[in-house]
């Protein structure tokens, strides 16, 4: 089955530095690539997504990065603000027959310090 | 619209104890799924359903039924709760196996098993 590692688990910065949270994945049938935040208390929640077919996707000061060969996408967050602060997931989706699954990294705890 | 509302918030079992874990959704999504939240493991997926009367299993099953009798209502059983299972428990909804849809998670039931 698919398996997908995000790095860091945590990263502290700045307030109006930018962040970077790294994920790699392992089937290369994989063709859905979501990101979730979670903030404290509360379900995760999609901010972002990349298909397969796409290298780069940008909403505001967000933006994911895809790179299909070496099977590894990424989440940039521009001039981070503290409501920025929460657990980010990544996820890979393995489209195969009549399933939709995702499979999800173990997070990144992102503060952003005042 | 309320979304997926989960429902207790929190419970706490005795090893060997059963219980339901309930998760209803007011979207007429086609999809939902339960996952499971631990520290440094991420979301893991226990069950899904891809339509009323159809349940299959995820990546972590064993100890957990489930049945999709509606389309709105998805619950969890757990026959006889280990300490194992202590963990954060998400339902999750989308509209159907189109790439892009969104999952749309409750707020979670963090159960505890002594």
């Known amino acids: 089955g698919e398996n997908v590692e995000q790095h860091p688990s945590t990263l502290s910065v700045q307030e109006g530095d930018s962040a970077v949270i790294k994920c790699t994945y392992s089937d290369s049938a994989s063709n859905y690539f979501p990101w979730y935040k979670q903030e404290l208390g509360k379900g995760p929640q999609l901010i972002i997504d990349?298909?397969?077919?796409?290298g780069e996707k940008k909403d505001q000061r967000i933006a994911v990065t895809l790179n299909k060969t070496a099977k590894h996408f990424s989440l940039h967050i521009t001039e981070t603000q503290p409501e920025d602060s929460a657990v980010y997931f990544c996820a890979a989706c393995s489209s195969g027959g009549s399933n939709y699954k995702l499979t999800f990294g173990k997070g990144t705890l992102l503060t952003v310090n005042p | 619209n309320a979304g997926v509302t989960q429902t207790p918030k929190f419970q706490v079992l005795k090893t060997g104890q059963s219980m339901t874990l309930q998760c209803a959704q007011d979207?007429?999504?086609?999809?939902m799924s339960w996952y499971r939240q631990d520290p440094g493991m991420g979301l893991r997926l226990i069950h899904y359903?891809?339509?009323?009367?159809?349940?299959d299993q995820g990546e972590v099953p064993n100890g957990y039924n489930v049945s999709r009798s509606t389309t709105e209502d998805f619950p969890l059983r757990l026959l006889s709760a280990a300490p194992s299972q202590t963990s954060v428990y998400f339902c999750a909804s989308t509209l159907g196996r189109r790439l892009g849809s969104p999952l749309h998670f409750g707020n979670g039931t963090r159960l505890t098993v002594t």
């Open positions: 359903s891809v339509g009323a009367g159809i349940t």
């Open positions: 979207m007429n999504h086609e999809y």
């Open positions: 990349i298909r397969s077919n796409v």
